[in-house]
């Protein structure tokens, strides 16, 4: 029994080094004897333990309340009545000049992480339907997938809703306009965490002003309405790990966090 325990402890420390090397965009290994071994004799053991496994059950056996199924479907309505509005608005500048939009994309179940970037810079995303951009939407799936949080339990979003484009700087005017949308979006969502990439969406939820690379690696509070409190943890945006890789280590420590909260 101790060798098994210490097998499955192993295992455990392996699948976080290949999750990290996921995120850091290492995707092979070269094989060797001694490696092909040590899988080989993982895969036995995973086999002889899946009776165990298949007479303990699942959550994903357990079904759905009814109850919580029709929030859920409440809280879906809800949304697309919100990018529906965010399609339609005309509030500030942006909205005037008739932009596309991008409310946000999601899952279609109970959302347990909601993920906010700052906005989508290019017609190139917005016509591929990204929500951060083609290239940091790829990002920020391996950084989910490093984590095992399957892309239907996360909602991601933007706090300015226009698609921006190229040659435009967003201003504290176009943030405002936009605030209310994503207020209503966190209430009808009612996450179990808040994730905010980047300077801007932090900067907006918390009204800090300290470099993100002070505020990152801890937890915060959003107070929503109704004294409603999630927590919050801010970190790097994909579109800065592009150009920044060296931050890809102190994301994955954040990430990592948002693991273990979950």
């Not at 210490?6 to 420390?13: F, G, V």
């Not at 999750?19 to 899988?39: G, T």
């Not at 919580?68 to 009545?81: I, Q, T, W």
Request: include cysteine; charged fraction near 25%.
């Amino acid at each position: 029994m101790e060798k098994k325990d210490q097998t499955l402890e192993l295992l455990h420390e392996i699948r976080g080094v290949l999750a990290c090397h996921q995120v850091n965009s290492i995707d092979s290994y070269p094989a060797s004897r001694e490696l092909l071994s040590f899988f080989e004799s993982c895969l036995r053991q995973s086999v002889e333990d899946a009776p165990l496994r298949a007479v303990a059950g699942t959550p994903q056996d357990i079904p759905k309340p009814k109850a919580e199924s029709r929030a859920v479907d409440s809280n879906l309505l809800v949304l697309g009545e919100i990018a529906d509005e965010v399609a339609q608005c005309r509030s500030c500048s942006l909205g005037g000049r008739g932009l596309k939009t991008m409310a946000g994309k999601g899952g279609s179940g109970k959302i347990r992480l909601l993920i906010i970037g700052h906005w989508l810079p290019t017609d190139d995303g917005a016509e591929a339907g990204a929500v951060f951009g083609v290239e940091e939407d790829q990002m920020l799936r391996r950084m989910l997938n490093a984590i095992d949080l399957p892309r239907e339990d996360v909602f991601v979003t933007n706090v300015i809703k226009c698609v921006v484009g190229s040659g435009v700087q967003p201003q504290v005017e176009h943030i405002d306009a936009c605030l209310s949308y994503l207020q209503r979006q966190i209430a009808a969502i009612s996450p179990e965490l808040i994730c905010t990439m980047g300077m801007v969406a932090v900067k907006t939820l918390l009204r800090l002003s300290q470099p993100l690379s002070r505020l990152r690696g801890k937890f915060y509070t959003y107070k929503g309405a109704e004294g409603v409190e999630i927590p919050l943890l801010p970190t790097y945006h994909p579109g800065y790990l592009l150009q920044n890789p060296e931050m890809k280590n102190a994301t994955w420590q954040d990430l990592q966090a948002i693991q273990k909260m979950l």
